[in-house]
């Protein structure tokens, strides 16, 4: 290694920007309309749980809105019928979506590649219906008006700006445990199975293993994503278990930069943008993510981020 | 008045029907993604809006330009098929040396576009679409009343499915489109133009979607939706199924159909998931599809 060798006192140019993030981050609601950054940050999480299995797995699964969705369900059945806190609430969302992960999980990973994409949109779209016909969730009309309630019983979440730091903490919570995932020796096995699996498995790993559990955490923080956005919008829908939103998830995903750190997160706040900034004109959202899609796969494949990051490491070398 | 378990012949037959019915348009279109899957190695995720795509051609050809549903079900099919050539010719073919997740996220994509541009223009109230006045009414069959339309429908999606089986198993062009999906860079050195022979085989997979979409117009309203709810229990029949052969996916189509109606009978609420839990059963006794073979 020819590169300046780092000590333990200094600080690394990636630390900067974190901490760049976190301050813009808690100083952001006093610029920005709150509701529309609680969304971002919901779905930037969503699709950091979903990179965590596409980036650093390499499986796509295509049903992760079932762990979006359900979750949302309990959490906002909770709050509302069984007058749960928050953090209970969200609690139960979470642990839905981790048992329903794993046994989606347990079932799914027998098959890989294209298969196991369609084996995960095919138990998702079977939740949906199950949503569709189970009486607690309320069919077209979902679960309106969940009480936010207040965190701990002492922080009244009906302030915004509460709940704004609220969900923000869980954000990056979230994402230093994913960071963590990934760093550790098992993200390293993780990320041996999606470059070379039959290699991984003559290595003695037991692939399917670490699959399942690979899976179940990234379904469970999914869930949790799901979890506080039924809060946030103190709702939860239909709209958040159908194929659309398991979609949108990979729309985030692939045009923020598959397998990147901050990705998902890019990817997530663009899509939400465009869904906010074209929702009055009938199916032009829809359209527009189709061509996206088409764009990133054809032109695009390392997303924003994947762009960027080569582009500022030259021009960091140079300068 | 005869029953048969307590159910009324008539119900029980009547939902058979429907079952067949649901089981004929599984079978068309999944042997279509099977065909594309063998040579082309991708999920062709915009199935479902190409067979929408059919539908709406026949409806725009009745309302536009006056031609019937006879001519609709031989130009709608050709229209559409062209239009996925297209497709494969401009997109598709760039995606042959990725891994094939890549074509099933373009796919989607191409799904949404195709499907929010007709949203777009028609809304997403169904258009109605009357049945050819030749195959209206129906047959008292005794047990049950036989609407001529749907008769025809299975008749006509199984002379379809048995005629591609033949195509591909029986003739030469078969020989060397089996051939291909083995091996296509050994195909190609003996002098087979193996690219477009993929086009003709893509185009050939749209044309069953959008034939099947003719069929299905008068049956369903013709509506931009009612292809994305019905590709992804294509997508578990094909999973149930697997994709190594072409006769397993249209037996494994019209079977769970029948399954489907049959669980309509019994237990209602069940129908819609059924076909999941197959798959799920599936999965856990013979991973690689009924029909599959284990790679």
Redesign the interface.
């Known amino acids: 290694m020819s590169s300046t060798p780092t000590s333990s006192g200094s600080v690394s140019p990636q630390k900067i920007l974190v901490l760049a993030l976190i301050v813009l981050g808690l100083i952001a609601p006093f610029g920005i309309y709150p509701i529309f950054l609680m969304k971002g940050l919901c779905f930037a999480l969503f699709a950091a749980a979903f990179n965590l299995l596409l980036g650093y797995v390499g499986l796509l699964s295509f049903g992760h809105a079932m762990f979006f969705g359900f979750s949302a369900y309990v959490t906002a059945h909770g709050a509302k019928e069984w007058g749960l806190t928050p953090e209970l609430a969200v609690l139960a969302g979470v642990a839905t979506a981790v048992v329903l992960g794993a046994f989606t999980g347990w079932l799914a990973i027998r098959r890989s590649g294209i298969y196991f994409a369609m084996v995960t949109l095919a138990f998702s779209q079977m939740m949906y219906f199950v949503a569709v016909q189970a009486p607690f969730t309320h069919g077209e009309d979902g679960i309106q008006g969940v009480p936010r309630g207040h965190l701990f019983g002492l922080i009244d979440l009906n302030s915004t700006l509460n709940m704004y730091y609220f969900v923000f903490a869980l954000f990056v919570g979230a994402l230093l445990i994913i960071h963590r995932i990934i760093h550790s020796p098992f993200g390293q096995v993780l990320k041996a199975i999606r470059d070379n699996e039959p290699r991984a498995i003559s290595l003695g790993y037991e692939v399917e293993r670490y699959k399942l559990l690979a899976f179940t955490l990234s379904a469970g923080l999914a869930g949790l994503a799901g979890s506080v956005k039924a809060l946030v919008f103190q709702l939860a829908s239909l709209a958040d278990v159908h194929w659309h939103a398991s979609g949108e998830v990979v729309l985030m995903t692939l045009l923020g930069g598959v397998g990147t750190v901050f990705g998902p997160t890019v990817g997530a706040f663009l899509v939400v943008a465009i869904q906010n900034y074209f929702s009055e004109v009938g199916s032009w959202v829809t359209i527009i993510q189709g061509v996206i899609f088409v764009f990133c796969v054809l032109l695009f494949r390392s997303g924003m981020v994947g762009v960027l990051t080569p582009w500022l490491k030259r021009r960091g070398i140079r300068g | 008045m005869m029953t048969i378990f307590g159910i009324p012949a008539q119900a029980l037959f009547g939902q058979l029907l429907l079952g067949l019915i649901n089981g004929a348009f599984y079978a068309m279109l999944s042997l279509g993604l099977a065909l594309i899957f063998g040579l082309l190695n991708?999920?062709n995720f915009s199935h479902g809006a190409l067979y929408m795509m059919g539908a709406f051609v026949a409806w725009l050809l009745l309302t536009v330009l006056g031609a019937g549903y006879w001519t609709a079900l031989v130009v709608a099919p050709l229209l559409v098929a062209v239009f996925g050539m297209i497709i494969e010719r401009t997109?598709l073919c760039?995606?042959y040396k990725?891994d094939?997740?890549?074509g099933?996220?373009?796919t989607?994509?191409?799904?949404?576009?195709?499907?929010?541009?007709f949203?777009?223009l028609y809304g997403i109230s169904g258009m109605p679409y009357a049945v050819p006045k030749e195959l209206a009414g129906g047959w008292n069959l005794g047990f049950m009343y036989l609407p001529i339309y749907r008769a025809w429908v299975v008749m006509a999606s199984m002379v379809l499915c048995l005629g591609s089986w033949l195509l591909i198993e029986k003739t030469k062009l078969g020989a060397y489109l089996r051939a291909a999906t083995e091996n296509a860079t050994l195909v190609q050195a003996f002098g087979i133009n193996v690219p477009v022979m993929i086009t003709l085989t893509y185009g050939f997979g749209v044309a069953l979607a959008a034939i099947a979409g003719v069929l299905a117009a008068p049956i369903y309203s013709v509506n931009p939706l009612m292809g994305?709810n019905l590709i992804?229990?294509v997508?578990?029949v094909?999973?149930i199924g697997g994709m190594g052969s072409i006769l397993g996916a249209i037996v494994t189509g019209f079977l769970l159909g029948l399954v489907e109606g049959l669980t309509k009978v019994f237990y209602p609420?069940a129908a819609?998931?059924v076909i999941?839990?197959v798959?799920?059963i599936v999965?856990?006794i013979k991973?690689a599809g009924l029909f599959g073979k284990r790679s």
């Open positions: 991708i999920i997109m760039r995606l990725l094939h997740l890549y099933l996220l373009l989607f994509g191409l799904a949404l576009v195709i499907e929010g541009v949203r777009q994305s992804i229990v997508f578990a094909v999973v609420e819609s998931t999941f839990v798959m799920a999965l856990l991973p």
